[in-house]
């Protein structure tokens, strides 16, 4: 049997409007980069499985606790009795009401300090009352 | 006086190369990129004066001691142990409450890997009790 040959169509990829892609790349790229930005203190998180993800960072209170026993929200060092006057600040923000406190606590800080922590928090109560434990994923 | 007339040159910018400048920004970007999402345990803490009174048999306890040593129930159990056990145990009574207590001296650690496992298990009614002291 006898195959007519095609004809040898042009084959080439357009390469005029790539600069306008790779723009549009690199402006998507540059406007959702967040350089690593830490507010906080140095702490290690434990590690969990069954994990959720926290919604946005706009609406969200983050409290570091280390084993020493210090507390800081956005970037200052904070009394314990002091947070549930900051929470209640924060919850009538008018540009980004609190939503849910993260806690990010060290592993190795004591449950006695973390329920006096979780006692100011009940203290301000509505949406303070939300809390996340942050934690890291667990290696299977 | 005269002024030679400078020749005119093509006044045009190079655009070749525009791509690989975009190229190089582009892939900078890609690699700081760092979409990191906070992840963690949701839980919901109890308003303020709030006291539930619920019928003892619809309670499990679970205590935590500052070794990091969990008792069960009346039983003592390793850790990885509790989701197992609870989810037996839900699936005997749906109603059933966790009453989680710890020790003053307890590891936040061994607090998060608890409450890891009863969520696992799907053990939505938790209850934080107030560390001994």
Redesign the interface.
């Given at each position: 049997m006898k195959f007519t040959k095609k004809s040898k169509a042009e084959a080439g990829i357009p390469t005029a409007s790539?600069?306008d892609i790779?723009?549009m790349?690199?402006i998507f790229?540059?406007v959702?980069?967040?350089?690593?930005e830490f507010r906080g203190i140095p702490v290690r998180l434990?590690?969990?499985?069954?994990?959720?993800?926290?919604p946005g960072?706009r609406n969200?209170a983050y409290i570091y606790a280390d084993d020493r026993g210090r507390v800081s929200i956005d970037d200052k060092f904070v009394e314990i009795s002091e947070i549930s006057r900051i929470m209640y600040n924060k919850m009538n923000d008018e540009i980004a009401p609190l939503r849910?406190v993260?806690?990010k606590?060290?592993?190795?800080?004591?449950?006695?300090f973390?329920?006096k922590i979780?006692e100011e928090?009940?203290?301000a109560?509505g949406a303070a009352?939300?809390?996340?434990?942050?934690?890291k994923?667990?290696s299977k | 006086m005269l002024v030679e007339k400078r020749k005119k040159q093509p006044t045009e910018i190079p655009s070749s190369s525009?791509?690989d400048i975009?190229?190089l920004?582009?892939i900078f970007?890609?690699v700081?990129?760092?979409?990191?999402?906070?992840?963690?345990?949701?839980?919901?803490?109890?308003?303020?004066g709030e006291t539930k009174e619920v019928s003892k048999k619809n309670i499990l306890s679970l205590l935590?001691n500052a070794e990091g040593k969990v008792m069960l129930g009346d039983q003592v159990v390793d850790i990885p142990m509790i989701k197992s056990i609870i989810k037996r145990k839900l699936a005997e009574n749906d109603k059933l409450i966790v009453s989680v207590k710890?020790?003053?001296?307890?590891?936040?650690?061994y607090?998060?890997?608890v409450?890891?496992q009863l969520?696992?298990a799907n053990a939505t009614r938790i209850s934080?009790a107030?560390?001994e002291?």
């Open positions: 790539m600069p790779i723009f790349l690199l790229f540059m959702t980069t967040v350089f690593k434990p590690a969990a499985r069954k994990i959720e993800k926290l960072k969200v849910v993260s806690m606590i060290d592993e190795r800080a004591n449950m006695g973390v329920t979780q928090l009940r203290e109560g009352l939300n809390v996340n434990y942050s934690t994923t667990a | 525009l791509a975009a190229f920004l582009l970007f890609l700081t990129t760092t979409i990191d999402v906070d992840k963690g345990i949701g839980l919901v803490l109890p308003p303020k935590v710890t020790d003053a001296n307890t590891k936040y650690r607090y998060i890997q409450l890891d969520k696992q934080i107030e560390p002291q």
